[in-house]
């Protein structure tokens, strides 16, 4: 028994791992923290928490951590410990040199979503004023950038239409390609009290996931699809809403654009897109479709819920835009206990997104095109900013191989280990002339840097996250930053040695200057948050200054409605006889990512390796047992791992999980991508499986 003591006082403070955004008070005694307890007041989890967030801080003082700055010449050479200045000077003469020889476009940034808004506002301007460009950009590209695109298009905002407690007056819960038991844990415990009190449930999944059928739970429906057909299953819905008159006439009528509802209407009328013409594309047979489609209709308030088998598709924004369609036409939206809610992964995903960490966009959303808001931005920041969008990350890895792209700052992302097809990662990384990794740990993203900026962990920080629910929490400080520096300052210090100033002397003052250049983020304060606890954005002084709980109530952000067509097209990843099987990746409870915090604490005994799920079936026919090893083997790449036999999966389709560098899920993956962003088809591989000797 560890004698933990009283504690001699505590902070409240936000978990720093998913987009629930639970807040806990840490109870400390001088800058120790003795224990992180869950804090009634949050309002995001009202007391609870999972197994994240109560146990897995330890890392933030583990032996791994770096604190000094480090540079070398090249990637092959030993770290050299020099100080913050010389770390800083370095780095911005190498990307000024970078600049003279090949250009302002040689160099570029990646905001972190594990960041405070404030610390990924700060990187964002430093690569618009200080590099002169629009080459920045975010993990939310591998993850929900469809989101942004697809929300943007159909409703006028990027972001989640509810609150969490919406769930509560569901009466029908629709979970398309999310796992919230393990992704979510704490929202999943409220739907899970939902659906125990009578809410009626759907599935849509390639996998038999836990909230499928758990203690007294059991989905009314569960849409089994094949993994790379979510929009023909959303489109035969449509269907079947359509042709069977279970359309929302008058909410349609009033609140959407007619024309575009018109075309719609028409398109998914067709013969072609009946569950009849689509279940043998999507496996799903068309009684169960239309089951489904009438039970979300018309079982009362309907409320979808969704996650990354949305979106890390080829296909990905047409889904969302699919499930935009669907709430409209049902009139599903505006109000308690309906909406579209995409779960969030990283816990300030919502927030890097918002703070304008997208090569096209500026804070808040709005186009890099649009002359009046960048003249705002020139305005407060005294420089110009180019009118055309800057590369995405895949683009970066692209010209960083082409010998165009040749610098990158990187704060807190490890994008060898998470970006699709480690190889062509590597390979650009190692074409670039200077990379400046800002990290807590030595990641793998760090074998190809040149310059190492020690990070700080979420107690070392003040600011802000902001949750899948747009509800922005304070961040506090328990302990000093490890290495002297907190990430907003190095960010500072990083631009006046390019030549660009900068001077802040808080986070504050950061948020003061957000909200005043970005709408959706006008009214936001420290005091106001203070007041309220927390508050969802917007929440604009003269119209709702305690914040906004559900969105498009009376309009949607954009005016009216705008419906798209979602014709299905299949993936080009195809299985053939070399690639027989479909390969589809997400995460488990205990373990965070890529793991590099979770892994350092206790959760690590709980799952501490990547193993790869298959169906009995396809187990049997290769031969393989329960805990054998097992070499995965795409066209992109081949690793080793041990296999769990198991019936969640359906024969055909295998999982596995990317938390650990030694399995390297993505080293398999490969570079398909959605159309409109680029997001990774990280949900399907073609691969073949086979047994291999112990490695
Ligand atoms: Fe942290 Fe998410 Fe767990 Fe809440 S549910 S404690 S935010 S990991």
Same mark, same amino acid.
């Given at each position: 028994?560890?004698?933990?003591?009283?504690?001699?006082?505590?902070?409240?403070?936000?978990?720093?791992?998913?987009?629930?955004?639970?807040?806990?008070?840490?109870?400390?005694?001088?800058?120790?923290?003795?224990?992180?307890?869950? &804090?009634?007041?949050?309002? +995001?989890?009202?007391?609870?928490?999972?197994?994240?967030?109560?146990?897995?801080?330890?890392?933030?003082?583990?032996?791994?951590?770096?604190?000094?700055?480090?540079?070398?010449?090249?990637?092959?050479?030993?770290?050299?410990?020099?100080?913050? $200045?010389?770390?800083?000077? %370095?780095?911005?003469?190498?990307?000024?040199?970078?600049?003279?020889?090949?250009?302002?476009?040689?160099?570029?940034?990646?905001?972190?979503?594990?960041?405070?808004? $404030?610390?990924?506002?700060?990187?964002?301007?430093?690569?618009?004023?200080?590099?002169?460009?629009?080459?920045? @950009?975010?993990?939310?590209?591998?993850?929900?950038?469809?989101?942004?695109?697809?929300?943007?298009?159909? =409703?006028?905002?990027?972001?989640?239409?509810?609150?969490?407690?919406?769930? @509560?007056?569901? @009466?029908?819960?629709?979970?398309?390609?999310? *796992?919230?038991?393990?992704?979510?844990?704490?929202?999943?415990?409220?739907?899970?009290?939902? =659906?125990?009190?009578?809410?009626?449930?759907?599935?849509?999944?390639?996998?038999?996931?836990?909230?499928?059928?758990?203690?007294?739970?059991?989905?009314?429906?569960? =849409?089994?699809?094949?993994?790379?057909?979510?929009?023909?299953?959303?489109?035969?819905?449509?269907?079947?809403?359509?042709?069977?008159?279970?359309? +929302?006439?008058?909410?349609?009528?009033?609140?959407?654009?007619?024309?575009? /509802?018109?075309? &719609?209407? #028409?398109?998914?009328?067709?013969?072609?897109?009946?569950?009849?013409?689509?279940?043998?594309?999507?496996?799903?047979?068309?009684?169960?479709?239309? +089951?489904?489609?009438?039970?979300?209709?018309?079982?009362?308030?309907?409320?979808?819920?969704?996650?990354?088998?949305?979106?890390?598709?080829?296909?990905?924004?047409?889904?969302?835009?699919?499930?935009?369609?669907?709430?409209?036409?049902?009139?599903?939206?505006?109000?308690?206990?309906?909406?579209?809610?995409?779960?969030?992964?990283?816990?300030?995903?919502?927030?890097?997104?918002?703070?304008?960490?997208?090569? %096209?966009?500026?804070?808040?959303?709005?186009?890099?095109?649009?002359?009046?808001?960048?003249?705002?931005?020139?305005?407060?920041?005294?420089?110009?900013?180019?009118?055309?969008?800057?590369?995405?990350?895949?683009?970066?890895?692209?010209?960083?191989?082409?010998?165009?792209?040749?610098?990158?700052?990187?704060?807190?992302?490890?994008?060898?280990?998470?970006?699709? *097809?480690?190889?062509?990662?590597?390979?650009?990384?190692?074409?670039?002339?200077?990379?400046?990794?800002?990290?807590?740990?030595?990641?793998?993203? #760090?074998?190809?840097?040149?310059?190492?900026?020690?990070?700080?962990?979420?107690?070392?920080?003040?600011?802000?996250?902001? *949750?899948?629910?747009?509800?922005?929490?304070?961040?506090?400080?328990?302990?000093?930053?490890?290495?002297?520096?907190?990430? &907003?300052?190095?960010?500072?210090?990083?631009?006046?040695?390019?030549?660009?100033?900068?001077?802040?002397?808080?986070?504050?003052?950061?948020?003061?200057?957000?909200?005043?250049?970005?709408?959706?983020?006008?009214?936001?304060?420290?005091?106001?948050?203070?007041? /309220?606890?927390?508050?969802?954005?917007?929440?604009?002084?003269?119209?709702?200054? +305690?914040?906004?709980?559900?969105? %498009?109530?009376?309009?949607?952000?954009?005016?009216?409605?705008?419906?798209?067509?979602?014709?299905?097209?299949?993936?080009?990843?195809?299985?053939?006889?070399?690639?027989?099987?479909?390969?589809?990746?997400?995460?488990?409870?205990?373990?965070?990512?890529?793991?590099?915090?979770?892994?350092?604490?206790?959760?690590?005994?709980?799952?501490?390796? @990547?193993?790869?799920?298959?169906?009995? %079936?396809?187990?049997?026919?290769?031969?393989?047992? *329960?805990?054998?090893?097992?070499?995965?083997?795409?066209?992109?790449?081949?690793?080793?791992?041990?296999?769990?036999?198991?019936?969640?999966?359906?024969?055909?389709?295998?999982?596995?999980?990317?938390?650990?560098?030694?399995?390297?899920?993505?080293?398999?993956?490969?570079?398909?991508?959605?159309?409109?962003?680029?997001?990774?088809?990280?949900?399907?591989?073609?691969?073949?499986?086979?047994?291999?000797?112990?490695?």
């Amino acid at each position: 028994v560890i004698e933990l003591g009283q504690p001699e006082h505590s902070v409240i403070t936000t978990c720093a791992y998913c987009g629930v955004g639970c807040s806990f008070k840490a109870e400390m005694k001088g800058t120790q923290v003795m224990r992180m307890v869950p &804090w009634k007041d949050g309002k +995001a989890n009202e007391g609870h928490s999972c197994v994240k967030g109560r146990f897995a801080w330890g890392y933030a003082t583990h032996a791994d951590r770096i604190t000094r700055p480090m540079i070398r010449a090249s990637i092959d050479d030993p770290w050299q410990e020099v100080s913050w $200045e010389a770390a800083l000077t %370095h780095a911005a003469s190498e990307f000024r040199r970078l600049q003279a020889k090949y250009g302002k476009d040689a160099i570029g940034g990646i905001t972190s979503s594990r960041c405070t808004n $404030e610390e990924t506002y700060l990187v964002q301007k430093l690569i618009r004023a200080a590099f002169g460009n629009n080459n920045v @950009d975010t993990c939310a590209r591998v993850c929900h950038s469809p989101t942004g695109y697809g929300l943007g298009q159909t =409703l006028g905002t990027s972001a989640g239409t509810q609150t969490f407690e919406s769930v @509560d007056k569901a @009466d029908v819960i629709m979970v398309i390609g999310a *796992n919230p038991t393990d992704g979510h844990p704490v929202f999943a415990s409220r739907m899970k009290r939902r =659906l125990r009190a009578g809410a009626r449930l759907i599935v849509v999944d390639p996998r038999r996931i836990d909230i499928v059928r758990s203690p007294h739970i059991q989905a009314e429906h569960h =849409l089994q699809l094949r993994p790379g057909t979510n929009v023909a299953v959303i489109t035969a819905m449509a269907h079947v809403i359509v042709t069977e008159g279970l359309v +929302a006439e008058a909410f349609v009528a009033e609140r959407c654009d007619a024309k575009s /509802f018109a075309d &719609w209407r #028409a398109f998914v009328a067709k013969p072609e897109n009946s569950p009849e013409a689509l279940q043998d594309a999507s496996g799903v047979p068309a009684a169960e479709l239309r +089951a489904a489609a009438r039970l979300y209709a018309t079982g009362g308030n309907a409320a979808i819920y969704y996650g990354l088998g949305v979106t890390e598709h080829s296909q990905g924004s047409t889904m969302v835009m699919g499930i935009a369609n669907l709430a409209m036409a049902t009139g599903n939206i505006g109000r308690e206990g309906v909406g579209v809610n995409p779960l969030r992964g990283q816990n300030n995903v919502q927030g890097s997104c918002d703070m304008g960490s997208f090569p %096209h966009e500026l804070p808040g959303y709005r186009h890099v095109s649009d002359s009046t808001v960048r003249a705002s931005f020139e305005a407060a920041w005294g420089v110009e900013i180019n009118p055309e969008p800057g590369l995405r990350i895949p683009n970066m890895f692209d010209a960083a191989i082409a010998g165009s792209f040749k610098g990158l700052y990187c704060q807190g992302e490890d994008i060898v280990q998470s970006d699709p *097809n480690t190889q062509h990662v590597s390979a650009a990384m190692r074409a670039m002339e200077c990379v400046v990794v800002q990290d807590i740990f030595l990641n793998e993203t #760090a074998k190809y840097a040149h310059v190492f900026l020690p990070g700080s962990s979420f107690l070392e920080k003040d600011g802000t996250f902001t *949750n899948a629910e747009r509800r922005i929490s304070r961040v506090r400080k328990v302990m000093p930053p490890l290495a002297g520096l907190a990430d &907003w300052e190095v960010t500072v210090r990083l631009a006046n040695a390019l030549g660009y100033p900068m001077a802040y002397q808080n986070p504050q003052e950061i948020m003061a200057e957000i909200a005043a250049l970005t709408p959706s983020f006008s009214g936001v304060s420290y005091e106001k948050i203070e007041r /309220f606890g927390s508050v969802q954005w917007p929440c604009n002084d003269s119209t709702a200054e +305690a914040g906004t709980a559900i969105m %498009h109530v009376d309009r949607f952000v954009r005016g009216k409605g705008r419906f798209f067509i979602t014709q299905y097209l299949p993936t080009d990843e195809k299985v053939t006889r070399k690639f027989p099987l479909l390969l589809t990746t997400g995460r488990i409870l205990s373990q965070y990512n890529v793991g590099a915090q979770t892994r350092r604490t206790e959760n690590n005994r709980w799952h501490s390796e @990547d193993r790869l799920e298959l169906h009995p %079936h396809d187990a049997e026919e290769r031969g393989i047992k *329960n805990d054998d090893w097992v070499s995965i083997r795409s066209r992109a790449g081949e690793t080793v791992l041990r296999a769990t036999i198991t019936e969640r999966m359906q024969p055909g389709v295998v999982y596995t999980t990317f938390h650990f560098p030694e399995s390297g899920a993505n080293v398999v993956t490969t570079e398909n991508s959605d159309w409109a962003t680029n997001c990774p088809e990280y949900k399907v591989t073609a691969v073949q499986v086979m047994p291999v000797q112990q490695p």
